[in-house]
Nanobody, 128 residues
Framework: QVQLVESGGGSVQGGGSLGLSCAASGYTSSMYSMGWFRQAPGKEREGVAA????????LYADSVKGRFTISQDKAQNTLYLQMNSLKPEDTAVYYCAARTNSNLRAFLSLVPGWYNYWGQGTQVTVSA
């Protein structure tokens, strides 16, 4: 079992920055990849960024490439998402996710179904 707890959400004006954290606990050595997702009202959950917990490879959605950075502190079992140049369309609930299935362990995905553990989410609101 893995538990994920996000923090760091809030409100910011467009063009500003926010940093999110996701603290992982439990059987964290079983996590092969982690990701950040977001869901705006009335929209489907979409992948934002993913990282391989072993080698640190990363994957980004085109909509955030160059603005968001995913990183991890393996010693602290913490996942981060640094968000810069925020836009109103980045407004959403942001979720942290982890995959513990060892199949295709080196593969990164921004598809929600790829992940089997989820945090409770943290709200990010960007005003114009």
């Amino acid at each position: 079992q893995v538990q994920l707890v996000e923090s760091g959400g809030g409100s910011v004006q467009g063009g500003g920055s926010l940093g999110l954290s996701c603290a992982a606990s439990g059987y964290t050595s079983s996590m092969y990849s982690m990701g950040w997702f977001r869901q705006a009202p009335g929209k489907e959950r979409e992948g934002v960024a993913a990282i391989g917990t072993g080698g640190g490879s990363t994957l980004y959605a085109d909509s955030v490439k160059g603005r968001f950075t995913i990183s991890q502190d393996k010693a602290q079992n913490t996942l981060y998402l640094q968000m810069n140049s925020l836009k109103p369309e980045d407004t959403a609930v942001y979720y942290c996710a982890a995959r513990t299935n060892s199949n295709l362990r080196a593969f990164l995905s921004l598809v929600p179904g790829w992940y089997n553990y989820w945090g409770q989410g943290t709200q990010v609101t960007v005003s114009a």
